[in-house]
């Protein structure tokens, strides 16, 4: 069965600085990949995915994440963090060819941005 | 659109008693839908997947159950409770490609 690694269970920055957050996942085969995030008392939602085509993929509040294949890695990426980034982020993984769609999550990394 | 309601939003409940959470999904037709459950510094563990009306998969062996009585109806259920069922329950459904989620339900048990 795959995993999902997450580097960092914590973050703490100030507003500005940039942010990048490393997963890396364990699995041979072709894989979908997704960042979702959790604000403070809200549901968890999606932040970006990947399935195919560019491996540099934009998503939702200036967001981005590369997947880098020969590495197994979709590492997130903020040029300048705000204080609304302030959240949980959570790494997952599905296998392509799994008609369940089941994703295999990392352990989570919460960010805290200081003002 | 799509929307996903869970009930109740927090539950305590006492050691030995039956649970039952319910999760359901509007706007959206024989979606797969799932049950997880998320742990402090854990992440998301999957709990069950269900692909159609009567149809539930399992990933692990646990107090748990769930069943899908409906088409965008999704139960979980015990029929007793043990203190390691405490955790944040959420739901999900899916489009094939991507999983939408729920507000989950904080579950206490004492």
């Known amino acids: 069965a795959q995993s999902v690694s997450q580097h960092n269970h914590h973050v703490i920055l100030s507003e500005a600085a940039s942010l990048e957050l490393g997963c890396n996942y364990s699995?041979?085969?072709?894989?979908?990949l997704f960042w979702y995030v959790q604000y403070p008392g809200q549901h968890l939602q999606l932040l970006l995915k990947?399935?195919?085509?560019?491996?540099l993929v934009k998503g939702i509040k200036g967001f981005e994440a590369e997947f880098i294949k020969s590495k197994f890695s979709f590492n997130l990426r903020k040029p300048s963090v705000q204080w609304s980034d302030t959240a949980e982020y959570f790494c997952?993984?599905?296998?392509?060819?799994?008609?369940?769609?089941?994703?295999?999550f990392g352990a989570g990394t919460q960010v805290v941005v200081t003002p | 659109s799509q929307t996903i309601h869970q009930w109740p939003a927090t539950l305590v409940q006492p050691v030995g008693s039956p649970l039952s959470l319910e999760c359901t999904v509007e706007?959206?037709?024989?979606?797969?839908l799932y049950w997880y459950r998320q742990a402090a510094g854990r992440g998301l563990q999957l709990l069950f997947y269900?692909?159609?009306?009567?149809?539930i998969s399992s990933e692990v062996p646990q107090n748990l159950s769930a069943s899908r009585p409906q088409d965008r109806q999704f139960i979980l259920s015990s029929k007793k409770l043990l203190l390691s069922d405490s955790g944040f329950y959420l739901c999900?459904?899916?489009?094939?490609?991507?999983?939408?989620f729920g507000p989950g339900t904080r579950l206490l048990v004492l």
């Open positions: 999900a459904w899916s489009d094939q490609e991507t999983q939408y």
């Open positions: 699995y041979g085969g072709t894989v979908n």
């Open positions: 990947y399935f195919s085509g560019d491996p």
């Open positions: 997952a993984v599905k296998v392509a060819t799994d008609s369940w769609g089941k994703l295999q």
């Open positions: 706007g959206t037709s024989n979606p797969n």
């Open positions: 269900s692909v159609g009306i009567g149809q």
